[in-house]
């Protein structure tokens, strides 16, 4: 299918730009993946995997080694990030200080932001509103386009978590990065469904005899809890 060129409007306004980074009208969706992973610059490899998803605040991400088996289970459910690793039978677990995946829009505006135009885009950043020095997130569009490019994550002065969107299928990321720590991963969507039947029973992880704070995962981003 061709790609539809969107041209920018005369006029850029939060409201609008945060148009480009909504999923309207998808409430789920599952996926194939692939996904390759780095870290510290080194390849590891690429490993297929499954995503699902659910409106507002679940999402799981499942790797797999040959013959189907488990290598990670990645888990975000109602503000709660988990990683199960099979291998060491250890469940890494701790709380986020963004409970949405996806933006509300009237949520996002009701809180102090600041729209710049700058060489790498359209930058449009968000404070809480008991700490205006520093920004929780700071959504990238194209400056030609206004499609949205990536999103960043903040603890104070410090960017926790980056996501860098390649290519879109309207607005859903198909091919995107995602750096935190010494951890970057690429991921590939494929094989889309949407907005099919899915029960929360099926955001959980698998039971592990060692559970441990979010921060002790190699890799992780040493300002996470």
Do not use: C
Not at 30 to 57: E, F, T
Not at 80 to 97: C, F, H, M, N, W
Not at 163 to 182: A, C, K, Y
Request: glycine share 6%; charged share 25%; net charge positive.
């Amino acid at each position: 299918m061709p790609k539809k060129e969107i041209k920018r409007p005369s006029i850029v306004t939060p409201e609008l730009l945060l148009q480009r980074a909504t999923l309207k009208g998808i409430s789920s969706l599952k996926a194939s993946l692939q996904v390759k992973v780095y870290n510290d610059g080194d390849y590891l490899g690429v490993y297929p995997g499954s995503l699902i998803y659910k409106q507002p605040d679940l999402l799981k991400l499942s790797l797999y080694a040959p013959f189907g088996i488990t290598v990670m289970e990645f888990l975000y459910k109602k503000g709660e990030i988990q990683i199960y690793i099979p291998a060491k039978d250890t469940l890494y677990r701790g709380d986020v200080s963004f409970r949405r995946l996806l933006p509300d829009e009237k949520k996002l505006l009701s809180l102090p932001h600041q729209l710049k135009n700058t060489k790498s885009g359209y930058l449009l950043s968000f404070y809480n509103t008991d700490e205006k020095i520093y920004p929780k997130a700071i959504y990238i569009f194209s400056e030609n386009t206004i499609q949205w490019k990536g999103l960043e994550l903040y603890r104070g002065d410090k960017k926790v978590l980056k996501i860098g969107i390649n290519e879109l299928q309207e607005n859903l990321p198909t091919d995107f990065e995602v750096v935190t720590g010494r951890f970057r991963v690429r991921l590939f969507l494929k094989d889309i469904v949407i907005n099919p039947e899915l029960k929360d029973s099926l955001f959980h992880t698998g039971k592990a005899s060692w559970v441990l704070p979010l921060r002790s995962f190699g890799g992780w981003h040493k300002e996470w809890p």
